[in-house]
């Protein structure tokens, strides 16, 4: 695994986050230092998800970046069952199809490039996930995007959205970034990568409240919502059709 040092150096101010090759290249490290727990999310995605699929359905996970989700999914699902990666970045895809490979899948997939602000045609789906994608999106377009991923998926489907929040409470939301940057310097970030990551997401990554966030499910139609993981700023929400 490559080691993230994207932000090792000074940067333009001006420069917006993007997942082009340079991000691409080290995400995995990236998010595993980044993201915390990100690997108990891995595991309880995997954990929650077989639950759920039915023979011959499709899993889609929008925003598969390098493909580690639907990957660490392939010795746990019958072989029937197709899975579709769905990124906006080439690049991520690019990497996602390398490590398809290298793993020796061998289950109907598709691996694709899309804009995700468009509507991504699902068919016969059985899971979705959204796994820190829904954060990137432009609010504008997150509760359409919700409520085409809801018309689209199977009765009794499962929907997994994870994402970066913000606290209730403003002067709590301090105190939980606070506790984070905390862990980014346990996991080898300098302040200057933490300052200018943050600089450069400030106006990519917009996170909304948990309650929020269960509000769009549940107006997209979702009839059971329930958070199965929560971290300070980080939050795991099921949602069944």
């Known amino acids: 695994m490559k ?43 995997a954990e929650i998800i077989p639950d759920y699929v039915l023979p011959n359905s499709s899993v889609y996970d929008l925003g598969c970046s390098t493909g580690t989700t639907l990957l660490s999914l392939d010795e746990l699902l019958d072989q029937s069952i197709r899975f579709v990666g769905v990124d906006s970045s080439a690049e991520m895809i690019k990497n996602s199809n390398s490590n398809f490979r290298s793993s020796g899948v061998t ?8 804009d995700l602000y468009k509507p991504v045609k699902i068919t016969d789906a059985s899971v979705v996930i959204l796994c820190l994608t829904l954060q990137f999106i432009r609010p504008l377009y997150r509760q359409k995007m919700l409520e085409s991923v809801y018309q689209q998926m199977n009765e009794g489907a499962c929907l997994i959205l994870i994402e970066k929040i913000l606290a209730e409470d403003a002067d709590l939301n301090r105190q939980f970034i606070n506790y984070y940057y905390n862990l980014k310097r346990r996991n080898s970030y300098d302040e200057m990568e933490i300052s200018q990551k943050r600089e450069a997401l400030e106006n990519v990554l917009i996170p909304y409240k948990l309650s929020e966030n269960i509000a769009m499910l549940e107006e997209s139609g979702f009839t059971k919502t329930e958070v199965f993981f929560k971290w300070y700023n980080f939050a795991g929400i099921i949602a069944i059709k």
């Open 107 to 114: 289950r109907p997939y598709d691996l694709i490039t899309a």
């Open 3 to 45: 080691t993230d040092q994207v932000f090792k150096e000074p940067m333009n101010k001006s420069t917006d986050f993007k997942f082009d090759a340079q991000v691409a290249n080290v995400f995995n490290d990236m998010v595993s230092r980044s993201v915390p727990y990100y690997l108990e999310m891995q595991r309880m995605m």
